[in-house]
């Protein structure tokens, strides 16, 4: 494919983002106090739309490399499918008489195709598995707020955690992080390192580091226990619905042993681990 028409179908991408925003933004309206979520995730994909059209500007009049602009862009995108899924099931948790999930669902999987067409222009250098949305558009059947969950990893080494929990995944550039500290909407909040912590070597050990927000008292605030965890790419993938068995301590095999309890996945029939956040964090 000849650099010219890569840029044009950069520019077609720019413009079904830009359209992807304004409809998120109107469904974030018609949601009133339950599309909070959307909203940021509205105008984070106009500032994708902005800085799309802008790199290929960049790209096309001062010669600028095309990969080095796309990939983050690529990368930010998937996070922000994944952030729209996290605000579903927030809302279908909360509300499940919500009518517009199923029109946030198809902008979510909009965004995907953006990100893998993105991927697409540079031979597939990010990801070759393709991501599938969950069923999240229906209501959820049960009762319990402990439903819903999206497994997240450190250095390869799996955990899961409770989506309601989840504010926002999101990438940060590494030398952001070394002050300990993660700003984000205006609030600092302290980063938790797992790879530290857990002497872990990242999987993707590139200039951008993925970063889940973590409130894992969630209760509709958004600053009460909050806090930032560096992991692997997340996976939208791995957004399922189960109901928990009973805990039980981890093995001392296990890397987060002491830091994390074991359960059973009723649905799945596997085993799924547990953060203990009180513990990672020392309190």
Known sequence: MTIEKKLYICEQYANKLSVISMGLMQEAARACNFGRGYAVVAREVSVMSERLASHTAAVKFDGADLFDGI???????????????????????????????KAITVFADQLLKVAHGLNELE??????????????????????????????SAGGVEFAEN???????????????????????????PLVDLFAKFNLAPLDDGENRPIAVINPDYSGRTTD?????????????????????????????????????????AVGGGQMVFMDWDMVLGK
Not at 83 to 101: A, G, L, Q, V
């Open 225 to 265: 226990k909050c806090f930032a965890i560096a992991v692997d790419a997340p996976d939208i993938n791995a957004i399922f619905y189960s109901k928990i068995g009973r805990a039980v301590e981890l093995d001392g095999g296990s890397k987060f042993s002491g830091y994390a309890r074991e359960c059973w996945d």
């Open 123 to 152: 031979g597939g250098k990010l990801w070759q598995r393709p991501y599938t949305l969950p069923e999240a558009a229906a209501p959820i059947t049960s009762s319990s707020k402990s439903a819903s969950f999206i497994k997240l």
């Open 71 to 101: 990939i983050n862009l690529a990368l930010q995108m998937s996070c922000l499918a994944t952030n729209c899924m996290i605000e579903i099931i927030r809302t279908c948790e909360t509300d499940n008489t919500m009518s517009n999930n």
């Open 163 to 189: 989506v309601l929990n989840v504010r926002e995944v999101f990438y940060l550039g590494k030398e952001s992080l070394k002050s300990g500290e993660v700003e984000i909407r205006g609030m600092k909040l």
